[in-house]
């Protein structure tokens, strides 16, 4: 009901309950004479900054070119491309929004990406808000395939009904995203090839040794926080995967990557997202970082990295100095 009624609450705090509490505020410890003053200045502030983040802020958008160097990367893999998205919401680009989904899929395109992964959160509630915007998202295009895994708004956990009924919808869900064309992973992986350049050119390439290969493995949601759905297995996302493979990790919730991905694999790079960056940031601090150590960008453990996308779209139409984000990540041998 939280996430049903969040947009209304979040402008009704704004609009209204900020200014009260100001108001409150400067009559408890400001002279009378400067009090008028002030809490019209800070109510005209706190209009002006969700008019801001609204009408401005939530239209922008970067793209971040990042590396990743591992000594485990095939040298076949030098150079390769992904374009990683997240926490679309597309709900929220629905009417007049709709050409910010459309151009986040030109801009992804246009980085010619070997691969494309989305990390979660697809729709806001329920599945039927994604087939609107299916023929948009069918035109992501990249060599080696599009790549997803779902989010926590992608179950049903904010929908009200039997557990049946939301495990009905779930599967809608999963149904949707994949006619999307996306290669929805759920406790699964996928192996990409490249012929090894240690073969000889008159000799058939070993096709399928780790020489010559990546896994990009997609868990299901494991959320640390107890109301977020745990249905990701690191065991069944990467059983076959042999120990000297590399592994690009999808995993929507970023807390996963201490409490089960560094214990229980070795992938060496962890893509995630489902912060948002808290879709606010002053001189680099967001609020976010109270509830989570890594929330944005690129953290280092050894050898083994997780990248936390801030989000492309949110629930809530608002982001200030916290722009939608696509991001590329280009693969470095060491």
């Given at each position: ?100 989904l459309q151009r986040a899929v030109d801009s992804i ?11 979660g959160d697809m729709q806001n509630i329920y599945p ?207």
């Open positions: 009901m939280i996430a049903r009624y969040a947009i209304p609450f979040f402008f009704l705090m704004g609009l209204v309950v900020a200014p009260l509490v100001c108001y409150l505020i400067t009559r408890w410890l400001l002279p009378k004479r400067v009090r008028r003053y002030t809490f019209l200045a800070c109510t005209l502030f706190i209009w002006g900054t969700v008019a801001y983040g609204y009408l401005v802020g939530f239209q922008q958008l970067q793209v971040h070119h990042v590396e990743f160097a591992s000594h485990d990367l095939p040298e076949a893999f030098d150079g390769y491309r992904i374009v990683q998205f997240s926490d679309a919401h597309i709900a929220t680009c629905k009417g007049s929004k709709r050409w910010l395109n246009a980085q010619r990406a070997d691969a494309i992964v989305f990390t039927d808000e994604l087939p609107p915007f299916a023929a948009i998202l069918r035109q992501l295009k990249a060599k080696d395939g599009v790549f997803a895994v779902l989010g926590n708004h992608d179950y049903a956990v904010y929908q009200q009904g039997s557990e049946s009924e939301k495990e009905r919808r779930c599967q809608e869900t999963v149904r949707n995203i994949r006619e999307m064309g996306f290669d929805l992973l759920l406790n699964e992986h996928r192996t990409i090839l490249r012929p090894s350049q240690q073969s000889d050119a008159n000799t058939p390439s070993t096709i399928g040794n780790t020489n010559d290969s990546i896994v990009i493995a997609g868990m299901e949601n494991w959320g640390k926080a107890k109301r977020m759905p745990r249905r990701g297995d690191v065991g069944k996302t990467l059983a076959g995967v042999s120990d000297s493979a590399f592994v690009v990790m999808l995993q929507h919730d970023p807390t996963c990557w201490r409490e089960k991905i560094l214990a229980e694999s070795r992938a060496q790079l962890t893509l995630s997202g489902h912060t948002h960056g808290g879709q606010a940031s002053v001189f680099g601090w967001s609020p976010v970082s109270f509830s989570y150590n890594e929330w944005g960008g690129f953290y280092h453990e050894g050898e083994r990295s997780l990248y936390v996308s801030t989000g492309l779209g949110a629930l809530i139409p608002f982001r200030l100095n916290q722009p939608g984000e696509i991001v590329v990540i280009t693969l470095r041998k060491k």
